[in-house]
């Protein structure tokens, strides 16, 4: 049984150099594509200031994200003092007394309110 030998496949160029690129760039950072997804990934939590993060490398981005979690706490706190300055003080000391159900004892307590103790 013969077998076929396997065409030859044609040589794979690859493509030409973006417009503005210099046809002999060094080839993308590998550090900055991590620290880029990382700070991605920071900007989704919560709890953050998200343009707060950023950075070329990984610790760039690492101590971006602390600067943003503390400065995300210190806007929560400011709000939050805001806030309960907003908030009327509730009263002191305990309500009136509830009126009488019995329309005799609303007699009764309005003619004791009339007599002089």
Known sequence: MDEPEPAESPPVESPPPAEGAPADSPPPDPEAAAAAQLAGVYRALPGVVPALIGGTTLAAVQASLTAAQ???AAVRA???RE???AIPPAHA???AAPAPA???ELI???VRSLRPE
């Open 70 to 72: 503390a400065e995300y």
């Open 78 to 80: 400011a709000l939050l």
């Open 83 to 85: 806030q309960a300055a």
């Open 93 to 95: 000391g305990p309500g």
């Open 102 to 104: 019995d329309p005799f």
């Open 108 to 110: 009764r307590a309005g």
